[in-house]
């Protein structure tokens, strides 16, 4: 067998098949083509220069591609002895035979995440998945390497790169190959100066990299991850972010481009280019089913030609063959080029896969996953991928049924394009149609992509109501006027009348489209997504009217009714205030919208701000921006102005409009007015502020001035057509700073005129008014293109009538110049007669017109008679049973379209069964029933075996089932027994305590629990029962006590009761912690001391100090009320001498009242100890507790846990969200027990009303900020 690669005979034609494995049919009518390559026995020159070694060589292929990469591989390691090189295989999978798998690396390998390299072969097909891998793969050699040379899987390699690259080192480490020497010339031959220009001076094919420039590495991997398609452009932007050598060598990197520049000539070593050796020669472009082309990119005008370069000719022969020898033929397509059930996946839906991936890693979103993720048991990634893409992108997607696939599917589709010119819009159903048939029949469509619209799809409902479309600030208003107008409302397209607050919102044809937009739609910015034509146009003011003249349609004027909204409370706007670090100033607040700089403004109000307050400090300008992502210019000019003055503050983020006005004093506008016309969006801003109750200043042209007045706002004059004039506004801000309660008064006027002109009332009535002639509109336009305009139904006799009065014309010419004179002769010959059938038609017809005219009248007095509400009744069932009809028949046609679906699909697989069928042979046939009789035997054999494991299984099963059945039966009988047990030992030393405890004198019932042996009062109603059953009382503040306490720290128990927390954490603390029990209830006092030497050791007893004193905020005389549950209720004295109990059980006592932090610190030393935990079991007086208790709370930052009933608050006349609010104004943040994130006071106090729990456990954290 000759070898492929012998050029012994270098001038003979090589046989058509060269020899290797398996060549293609493909070839086999090609012509010889002249091969010369080195032979594999060969001397190759080594490198030169002694410089370090070979370099470590590398590329990047695909399935496709591999064929080329082994070529590079054995032609670079000829080339460099003792070398290494690496093929990175991106598409490998499980098929690959063993060989071929150790000949690569895999994307696992070099660290590439498997669900990652998943989604980026879903949003980077062919070369660009290639492009983005690429810095990892030479990031991954240099850990290893010293050098590192990349080459494409399009080179092939003829010499040694040691001499070009040993220039390279840590101060230059890269090496990069121009494509060109000298400038191309402009001669017309391809590849020219643009084609260069296109492709960028620096061959991608060739890249040269030692250690020093990972960091360019590393930054290029992130940079091609967010932005594939930016790889070419940062590879041509290398050379200016690092230290380089250009590789001048001619004879590196001979491609098309360069190829027609260089004289490349035969030796006895190999080749010669411009007298140096040739290393690499760079086949981009070459086709080796056309190898009479060098490159069949440019084949239309090609700068190279292979007939007149025979070396250059011999070269693309031996590359084509070495192709074949290595397996090009057989070769496979890449699996990520398809879906996995080989439907093709477009290219523009690639692109909107990576716009959703990165976005949504950006964002925290859920990302979709690719559709060659592994399957998981509870995902399946494909399915998830195609139902993904079955969604629409966006609303005219959704308006038109169309999905993300079938969209890409056009844009990548030049011919679908010419077909279906507006998919969205005039061609959507028919476009669809193609999609369901075509496009599913071809196998570009995916089945399950075809979707029938669903019973979901609503209709319109011919009646008279309105639907309301949009979103934002403009709409909301709208739908309170709509609600306040009484008529039936929805938030879709359901009615004939649509009230549509966003123009580019689509609507679907056949309704009254009314546009409701801020200046009649003059922006021509909102202009240019408008979607559909509007029948009217609504303006939200007389001057927004005149701006919409240019539309061409109706405009009215829309009065919005005023939105009523509360101030707010004090505490809420100094907590904001103190964010921003206002403290007493006055506050000027502005809107800045970067869309629309010019018309705002907001420069012409920081030039005003400035002369009329100069150093003064008691002023500050807020400014809310929005829109400075969009328009950074814009936003960067409003920066530098604001930038020196400390007083003007920016506020850049999401909630800048609602923290401005909740520090407003003054709310300011000096929009201009565009000659006194418009500023309909100014004038919402300003409705929404004097809704809270801020005053306003603003220009006296235009919408605001109109809606305000004189009366209800301070008004700036203006120059000309609209220009605000800064002095008088200068001198009204300084008068509005220097007189805020003259400024406060144009506030209450401004709500004054709104609310009595701009009632929601009012504004409903309007509202319904235009939407009822509307709905007439469009009920009369309906009819006239159902029916067509009436007419009499005897017309046509008089028209006939007239007829017989038209004379014969005689005066025509004819064949002859006789004729006219004969006609004339004929006529007055017979005229009698003529005048006989004439008096005859027309008694004919006064006939026919009488009995018309008789028929026509009796019809419509028949009409007259008969019963109009019977026939509006049988309209209305016609009317229900078309609709029920027509219901039917639109699923009859989602099923019809379902149907074709899945014909076509089927139709597609039975072709691709008998495809595959026909390829098989007989041979292949008899194999196969060979194979299937022997896995039958083998099947057969293994049900045998299966069975009897059945058989063992279900043995086992059920011996197991018993044992576990009867172990559970013991287990059950032990715990009863157990828990029996238990029980009797409880009665039995609560028997002995009370036999022989010597506590017959003390009042009370004994029970024993986490604590102890406690004794409780006997008319406890809540904690005795519980405890007698229970073995713990409030499990979850006992656990977060203990997990709160401190060593050394002093635990604080007011409210102690009988001291089942001070016994229990006393039992817990070491001998250098403390325990102060706050209980002014003699009886209760008296069983805490005797709980506590029942269970606590007498050296821990020395830690317990017991106050006989009633907590409250100051030092006071109390009333002691006996409560229900045991111990007393604590109040404040509001009489002398003692009073009865409700039920007679004990009179009320006096108690003493303290503030603890004085008593605790002058007394008892706590101020020398840290104070750790207070647990407070008082929940409506609470809050006067922890009033006494201040000072320490904020030195010592001690937990408290505590309870909190806010009806028993209320009823001490206080509001408990202000109780709440208190306690964060100490720092502390407010935790549910039970929970560890805090809770803002008005959500803690909506979920207590909503529960039918009276009191909870809060746990008052120290906040981070205040610690």
């Known amino acids: 067998m000759s070898d492929p690669l012998d050029h012994s005979e270098s001038n003979q034609w090589p046989p058509a098949d060269p020899e290797g494995p398996g060549p293609a049919d493909e070839f086999a009518d090609e012509p010889a083509w002249p091969v010369e390559l080195p032979e594999e026995g060969s001397p190759r020159p080594s490198d030169e220069g002694g410089g370090p070694g070979p370099p470590h060589g590398c590329t990047v292929a695909r399935h496709g591609q591999l064929a080329g990469a082994r070529v590079l591989r054995d032609s670079f390691l000829r080339c460099h002895p003792g070398g290494r090189f690496t093929i990175l295989l991106l598409d490998f999978d499980s098929g690959l035979e063993a060989g071929a798998r150790e000949e690569v690396l895999t994307p696992a390998d070099i660290g590439v995440d498997e669900v990652e390299f998943a989604r980026l072969a879903t949003a980077c097909g062919g070369e660009l998945l290639n492009a983005v891998v690429l810095p990892r793969l030479l990031s991954f050699l240099l850990r290893s390497e010293p050098l590192v040379l990349y080459l494409s899987p399009s080179v092939q ?81 290398l050379p200016a972010v690092v230290d380089h050598r250009v590789l001048r060598d001619p004879g590196v990197g001979l491609s098309v481009f360069n190829a027609g520049q260089r004289t490349l000539e035969s030796s006895e070593d190999g080749y010669i280019v411009d007298g140096q050796p040739l290393r690499s020669v760079h086949f981009e472009g070459f086709e080796p089913q056309r190898p009479w082309l060098f490159s069949a990119e440019y084949s239309d005008r090609p700068r190279v030609l292979l007939s007149e370069s025979p070396p250059l000719a011999r070269l693309c022969a031996g590359y084509r063959n070495a192709l074949v020898s290595q397996g090009m033929a057989t070769e496979k397509s890449s699996p990520f080029d398809e879906l996995p059930d080989g439907t093709a996946l477009p290219g523009p839906l690639r692109a909107a896969y990576r716009s959703q991936w990165l976005s949504a890693e950006a964002s925290g979103e859920p990302v979709v996953p690719g559709p060659f993720e592994p399957e998981a048991p509870e995902r399946d990634p494909f399915a998830e991928f195609l139902d993904w893409a079955a969604t629409p992108g966006d609303e005219q997607q959704r308006a038109a049924g169309c999905s993300r696939w079938c969209f890409a599917l056009w844009q990548d589709d030049p011919l679908l394009r010419r077909d279906y010119p507006r998919p969205l819009t005039d061609d959507a159903a028919a476009f669809a149609e193609w999609c369901a048939g075509v496009g599913v029949a071809s196998g570009r469509v995916p089945s399950r992509l075809v979707r029938s619209p669903g019973p979901n799809r609503s209709e319109m409902t011919d009646q008279l109501g309105v639907a309301v479309v949009g979103s934002g600030r403009l709409a909301e208003l709208v739908r309170l006027a709509v609600r306040s107008s009484g008529i039936p409302n929805s938030d879709d397209a359901q009615y004939p009348v649509v009230l549509r607050c966003d123009p580019s919102v689509p609507v679907p044809a056949g309704h009254h489209l009314i546009d409701v937009r801020p200046d009649g739609g003059a922006d021509p910015a909102e202009q240019a997504t408008v979607s559909g034509e509007p029948t009217e146009l609504w303006a939200l003011s007389q001057a927004g009217r005149h701006a919409a003249r240019h539309v061409g349609v109706q405009a009215r004027v829309l009065a919005l009714p005023f939105p009523e909204h509360d101030r707010p409370d004090p505490a809420t706007r100094r907590h904001a205030r103190e964010r921003l670090g206002i403290e007493g100033e006055f506050v000027f607040v502005a809107f800045a919208d970067h869309t629309e700089e010019h018309r705002a403004n907001v420069l012409g109000l920081v030039t005003a701000f400035g002369a009329a307050f100069g150093g003064r400090e008691d002023v500050r300008l807020v400014v809310a921006v929005s829109g400075a992502a969009e328009h950074p210019e814009a936003a960067e000019r409003l920066r530098l102005a604001t930038t020196t003055d400390p007083r ?30 418009g500023g309909d969006r100014y004038a919402l801003r300003m409705l929404d502020a004097a809704a809270r109750g801020i005053p306003v200043i603003t220009v006296e042209q235009g919408s605001v001035g109109e809606l305000f007045g004189r009366e209800g706002a301070v008004l700036v004059g203006c120059h000309g057509a609209g220009e605000p004039d800064l002095e008088a506004a200068a001198a009204a801000l300084t008068e509005a700073a220097d007189d805020p309660g003259a400024l406060e008064r144009f506030g209450v ?61 005689v005066g025509m010419g004819g064949r002859n110049a006789v004729t006219p004179a004969l006609r004339k002769a004929v006529l007055k010959a017979l005229g009698h007669y003529d005048e006989h059938i004439r008096d005859i038609i027309r008694s004919l017809l006064d006939g026919v017109e009488k009995t018309s005219s008789e028929l026509l009248r009796r019809q419509q007095e028949r009409a007259d008679d008969l019963d109009v509400n019977a026939v509006r009744a049988e309209l209305t069932q016609l009317a229900q049973r078309q609709e029920q009809l027509g219901s039917r028949v639109a699923g009859a046609d989602d099923s019809t379209v379902q149907a074709r679906t899945d014909l076509a699909e089927h139709e597609r697989r039975l072709r691709a069964l008998e495809e595959s069928a026909g390829s098989f042979g007989e041979r292949q046939l008899s194999e196969l029933a060979e194979r299937i009789d022997s896995l039958t035997g083998a099947v057969e054999r293994t049900l045998d075996r299966v069975d009897r494991l059945e058989q063992r299984i279900e043995t086992s099963e059920r011996n197991q089932r018993e044992q576990l059945e009867n172990g559970l039966r013991r287990t059950a009988l032990d715990i009863d027994n157990t828990l029996r047990s238990t029980d009797a030992l409880r009665r039995i030393v609560l028997r002995e305590h009370e036999r022989n405890g010597g506590t017959a004198h003390l009042p009370g019932t004994p029970v024993v629990c986490e604590a102890g042996l406690l004794r409780l009062p006997a008319d406890d109603t809540v904690m005795l029962p519980w405890l007698s059953s229970h073995h713990r009382w409030d499990a979850e503040v006992s656990a977060l006590i203990d997990s709160l306490l401190e060593p050394g720290g002093v635990f604080l128990d007011i409210g102690a009761y009988v001291g089942y927390q001070a016994v229990r954490v006393l039992g817990r603390l070491n001998y250098t912690g403390r325990v102060i029990a706050v209980e002014p209830d003699e009886t209760a006092r008296g069983l805490l001391e005797h709980n506590a030497e029942v269970n606590v050791a007498e050296r821990l007893r020395e830690r317990l100090t017991v106050l006989d004193r009633a907590a409250w905020s100051t030092d006071c005389e109390l009333l002691g009320l006996p409560a229900g549950t045991g111990g007393v209720e604590v109040t404040s004295a509001e009489g002398e001498g003692h009073q009865s109990a409700p039920d007679g059980r004990a009179s009320v006592v006096r108690l003493r009242g303290v503030r603890l932090d004085e008593e605790l610190s002058t007394e008892h030393g706590v101020g020398e100890r840290n104070l750790s935990v207070v647990h407070v079991d008082v929940g409506s007086r609470v809050h006067r507790i922890l009033a006494g208790l201040e000072r320490l709370l904020r030195g010592h930052r001690p937990a408290v846990v505590c309870s909190f009933t806010p009806s028993g608050i209320r009823a001490l006349g206080d509001e408990p969200r202000g109780v709440l609010e208190e306690f964060t104004s100490w720092g502390y943040d407010i935790v549910p027990v039970g929970r560890s994130e805090p809770v803002p006071p008005e959500q803690l106090m909506q979920a207590i009303g909503a529960s039918e729990t009276s009191t909870v456990k809060l746990w008052l954290r120290p906040g981070r900020e205040a610690e």
């Open 157 to 237: 390699v003829f010499g040694s790169f040691g001499e070009p690259l040993a220039t390279l080192d840590k101060d230059t480490p890269l090496g990069l190959s121009p494509r060109v020497l000298r400038p191309l010339p402009a001669d017309g031959l391809r590849p020219g100066a643009r084609d260069l220009a296109a492709r960028g001076s620096f061959d991608p094919n060739l890249l040269a990299v030692c250690q020093g420039c990972e960091w360019v590495l590393d930054e290029w991997a992130q940079r091609v991850r967010a932005e594939p398609d930016a790889a070419a452009e940062f590879f041509e932007g």
């Open 648 to 677: 003007i503050l920016l506020l850049e983020r999401e909630d800048s409009e609602e923290t401005a006005q909740l520090v407003a004093d003054c709310a300011v506008s000096l929009h201009r007015a565009e000659g006194g016309v």
């Open 749 to 809: 006027a401004a709500r004054e005129r709104l609310a009595q002109h701009h009632a929601p009332n009012k504004a409903g009535e309007q509202l319904r008014e235009r939407v009822e002639a509307a709905y007439r509109n469009w009920r009369a336009k309906w009819a006239r293109d159902q029916h067509g305009p009436d007419e009499d139904p005897l017309r046509p006799l008089l028209v006939a009538r007239h007829a017989l009065h038209r004379p014969p014309e």
